[in-house]
């Protein structure tokens, strides 16, 4: 039988102080630790012949494990009351509660002596995973049974275990009320914020503005002024006008008086896409945003890459202030047509293949009244509609961006309707910001109760005397001489 390593004054000496009659052990003395086979591919099946076979996390849903595979030929099967630890791959260190079944080589199964409480142990090793995480070696990172068996955790005594997870149950019960409480209100935002898009673009925010005013052109006139510019900037170009399809036999709804429907197209410059130049963070040369750097509707330059550009390229892939940038293709259909919009810190940098360059045509738009407005909850349908792929990446191109149909009124209107959303949605910012804190503070407090709990400093002294006053309470040195004897009886410990 292999000799449990006792720890050293000096390991004890770097570890935190731990209550009194607690101490510090290695999970190589409080249980036995199950190393994972695999079968054959052709040994594992979906039609539940056999046992199940559990390879992985992504088997673990949460609250139990999914039973999707199952084998007839099982090599190495655990019992029920295991930890099942990943122990290779991307998701090393992922840990939940198994179950008896069949496991793969990637799962290592630890399971605690009968004199230690299962929960307990479930938490303090997911309280240090990071400890052991840093531990995986290799270009595909992997943990090894000796980096588990010598894993350390504090121990107390089986009714002090209880006590601590029946608290750290009542704590996180709590928290997770107030995590609730609040993507409940991240989400309820959500739906304020399309709300206020909606009305701004039926024109309900600013409808006692315009019965304030008195001369506003009308939008027909401004279409076909904005018509004239887009035929003027072609010939300057030497470029052919494109055709954009009319909406003569599109239904849509009524807008106030001197809105009109019209598609994006006629309100914009050719969409442009981006370069599709190599670019790394290594290189000395021009910055090149990508989709990382389209954030809430701003640019983000905090993660950039760069590449080496031509003047013929500078010039082609320019940015100027009031650009828009949106992302034409991407694995989720909800990012797809997601728009930023470009200032002047912006103009600097360039932009990659998998964003277009939408340029209003004149100074009759405003920039922020579309980037609002393709943000919108109706102008959304019309995106995810046309750029939904089976494929699995999804799509939409330049022509299918022009087709899009919005909602069009004079640009003084124009600058009222942002200045009543971004009056609105300020307060909304404020509010995510607020939350966001307080997630980042819900989760300090979960890691500051395990961090007490561990130390045996979550109790207080009501609940400690209650624990140790009872008649059958030892202390963890009397403990864990009990499970050293249980272990020798039972011999080997590692499968």
């Known amino acids: 039988m292999k ?13 935190p102080q731990l209550s009194e009659r607690w101490v510090w052990v290695r999970l190589d003395s409080i249980g036995e630790l199950f190393c994972g086979q695999s079968p054959s591919i052709a040994e594992v099946n979906q039609e539940k012949r056999g046992v199940p076979y559990v390879t992985g996390p992504e088997q673990w849903d949460g609250s139990k494990i999914k039973e999707t595979k199952w084998t007839e030929f ?38 605690p002596s009968s004199k230690v409480d299962f929960k307990y142990t479930l938490h303090a090793i997911k309280h240090q995973i990071d400890v052991l995480i840093m531990k995986a070696q290799g270009d595909i990172p992997g943990l090894s049974k000796n980096h588990i068996l010598d894993h350390v955790i504090g121990l107390c005594s089986i009714e002090e275990q209880r006590a601590i997870v029946s608290k750290i149950e009542q704590l996180f019960s709590e928290l997770d009320n107030g995590i609730s409480n609040l993507k409940l209100a991240q989400e309820q935002l959500k739906v304020y914020r399309q709300a206020v898009l909606k009305k701004a673009f039926e024109g309900e925010l600013t409808k006692k ?21 887009r035929e003027e900037a072609a010939k300057k170009s030497g470029k052919k006008l494109k055709s954009i399809n009319s909406l003569t036999e599109v239904k849509l709804s009524n807008l106030p008086k001197g809105w009109k429907w019209t598609r994006l197209g006629n309100l914009v410059e050719e969409p442009k896409y981006g370069t599709s130049k190599k670019c790394d963070y290594n290189i000395n040369g021009i910055g090149v945003l990508r989709i990382p750097n389209i954030s809430d509707g701003l640019i983000n330059d905090s993660d950039l890459k760069f590449a080496q550009f031509d003047s013929t390229e500078i010039e082609n892939y320019h940015l100027k202030a009031g650009d828009i940038l949106t992302i034409r293709s991407n694995g989720s259909v909800d990012l797809v047509g997601k728009c930023a919009l470009v200032s ?12 277009i360059r939408l340029r209003p045509i004149s100074p009759l738009i405003n920039s922020k009244y579309l980037l609002n407005c393709l943000s919108s909850i109706d102008l959304r349908y019309q995106i995810e509609s046309k750029a939904k792929s089976t494929s699995g990446v999804n799509n939409i191109n330049s022509g299918e961006l022009q087709s899009l149909i919005i909602p069009f009124c004079s640009l003084p209107e124009q600058q009222a309707i942002v200045q009543e959303i971004e009056t609105r949605l300020s307060v909304c910012d404020k509010i995510e910001q607020d939350i966001e804190t307080n997630l980042e503070k819900a989760e300090a407090l979960r890691q500051s109760i395990l961090k007490k709990a561990f130390e045996g400093k979550l109790l207080n002294e009501r609940e400690l005397a209650e624990v140790r006053g009872a008649e059958d309470w030892e202390p963890a040195e009397v403990l864990l001489e009990r499970i050293k004897a249980e272990k020798a009886q039972n011999g080997k410990k590692i499968h």
């Open 3 to 15: 000799t449990i390593k006792s720890l050293t004054e000096a390991e004890i000496a770097g570890l």
């Open 74 to 111: 099982p090599k190495r099967l655990v019992p029920e009351g295991c930890i099942f630890i990943t122990v290779k791959g991307a998701g090393v260190g992922k840990i939940f509660p198994g179950v008896s079944c069949a496991i793969g080589r990637d799962i290592y199964a630890f399971l």
């Open 209 to 229: 503005w315009r019965e304030q005013q008195t001369d506003l052109p009308d939008a027909r006139e401004l279409r076909e002024h904005i018509g004239k510019e």
């Open 344 to 355: 002047t810190k912006d103009e600097k940098h360039l932009y990659a293949g998998y964003l």
